[in-house]
């Protein structure tokens, strides 16, 4: 590919950073000599990328998106999710009228949207549930082995599920969601509403609560078909409560349900996580292939030309002024083929690889000078990446680039936004960037094709 030139006729006032300028006698006339000259806008796209995939089986957990399942997905892998997960406590209980004999029981509630499973719908699934005996630590990651964290002999409930409607009423069918729901033992709950009746400050912060209540581990049993997201997990204590009836001249007794017990940010979840990758994905990858999957699969670490982009700039404005307008890369993808439609991932992290894991851990957001993050475009089946001048401007800067200056980290992520809407229209910001963990995802990233930009202005000086 050659350099596009976009010559400007009229001399523009040049602004910004990164600016070379050339030494010139003390007597030139400057100003003649920058209305004379010519300013021409150049797009160099000759720089190409190299690049690998490597292993991401230990994911951060950040997220309170959970996965429970096991599928066999030809073209993809084997992938099989089980949760542990603690709960945020209500910091007020409903207790007039109420005592712990009045408890009858509480129920798990795990809600799951329409659509988010991969696999068979009607494949029917087992699961177990067993109270933790340990605190999970903190932080956790998706390898995590629950061995020695709860108890094998205590289990709690089972439940036996699919994601379909079929055969349900009308009702049922039209709704967005489904709920796969599971009685907890009545001890259980007569446990955790005395705890509050004795002591309201165990319910003052998760890790106090996790004191009294470490939480659950969701176990699959059986089943091979299906891997599903669960959107949100609730715990409901429900009771009676009796109170004195005015109008009626007697005590009456009401049941109730409350939703006190929830699987928020601020607690310690995990889905662990077994990922054995498909015979023919490998292949790619040893052929040379820059293949990304998730959950807990594949990133894709590549190397940023950054010298050999320097070295070109230089060289072409060493006898004028030159302005870094803009740089990016745009990187082509190859929808992988498989039984269940695995697609790309929505969303890409870039983070220069050093920085991945403490990216994660501190909760950082992209701010484009060392990480950035795309969305897939669908329709041109490319992940544009943009906003690296500052990037590229701190590089410039530097009298020697390392390995580490240019090395990044592609990986799938999920993103939260949020909209602020005003008089003169609406902003959307993004609030959180947590590693994927969902439904499986996978994609061949074009590295090789890849197309960085690199736009900036010249100034050509005639002495």
Do not use: W
């Not at 082995?145 to 009702?171: C, H």
């Amino acid at each position: 590919m050659m350099n596009k030139y976009l010559t400007i006729l009229a001399a523009a006032a040049m602004a910004g950073s990164a600016m070379l300028t050339p030494s010139c006698d003390d007597s030139s006339d400057i100003g003649n000599s920058i209305t004379q000259d010519s300013v021409a806008i150049i797009v160099d796209t000759t720089f190409t990328l190299t690049g690998q995939s490597i292993s991401n089986h230990q994911v951060l957990s950040r997220s309170v998106t959970q996965m429970i399942g096991r599928v066999d997905a030809p073209g993809y892998g084997s992938i099989s999710s089980e949760i542990v997960t603690q709960f945020m406590p209500s910091n007020v209980l409903d207790t007039v009228g109420v005592g712990v004999n009045d408890i009858d029981s509480l129920r798990l509630v795990m809600m799951l949207n329409i659509g988010e499973y991969t696999g068979d719908s009607v494949a029917p699934m087992g699961l177990e549930i067993y109270p933790l005996t340990r605190q999970l630590p903190s932080p956790i990651y998706s390898d995590f082995d629950p061995t020695g964290y709860y108890d094998g002999s205590k289990r709690y409930a089972s439940l036996i599920y699919n994601v379909s409607a079929v055969g349900e009423p009308d009702s049922v069918k039209k709704l967005k969601y489904r709920m796969l729901a599971v009685t907890l033992p009545r001890d259980l709950a007569k446990g955790l509403y005395s705890a509050y009746r004795s002591n309201p400050q165990t319910y003052s912060t998760p890790s106090d609560f996790a004191k009294v209540f470490p939480g659950l581990y969701i176990k699959n049993t059986f089943g091979n078909g299906r891997v599903t997201r669960i959107a949100s997990t609730t715990m409901h204590l429900y009771y009676h409560k009796t109170y004195y009836d005015e109008s009626k001249k007697k005590d009456t007794t009401v049941m109730r349900a409350g939703n006190y017990f929830a699987v928020t940010p601020e607690i310690v979840t995990n889905n662990n996580i077994k990922l054995e990758i498909a015979p023919e994905i490998n292949a790619r990858v040893a052929q040379g292939q820059s293949v990304i999957m998730a959950p807990a699969g594949l990133d894709v670490q590549f190397r940023f030309p950054g010298n050999e982009m320097i070295e070109k700039y230089r060289a072409n404005v060493s006898k004028g002024l030159g302005v870094i307008n803009t740089v990016g890369i745009s990187i082509p993808v190859e929808e992988i083929a498989n039984k269940y439609s695995i697609k790309p991932p929505t969303y890409l992290l870039m983070t220069l690889t050093k920085d991945k894991d403490k990216f994660f851990l501190e909760s950082k957001i992209p701010d484009n000078k060392t990480s950035f993050y795309a969305t897939y475009n669908t329709t041109s089946g490319t992940y544009e990446f943009i906003g690296l001048r500052d990037y590229f401007l701190d590089l410039l800067k530097k009298d020697q680039i390392t390995d580490e200056d240019i090395t990044f980290t592609l990986t799938p992520i999920s993103v939260t936004y949020e909209t602020n809407s005003s008089y003169y229209g609406s902003t959307t910001t993004v609030t959180g960037v947590v590693p994927y963990v969902a439904t499986p995802v996978m994609a061949r990233l074009m590295i090789e094709k890849s197309k960085i930009s690199l736009v900036y202005s010249k100034q050509t000086i005639n002495y």
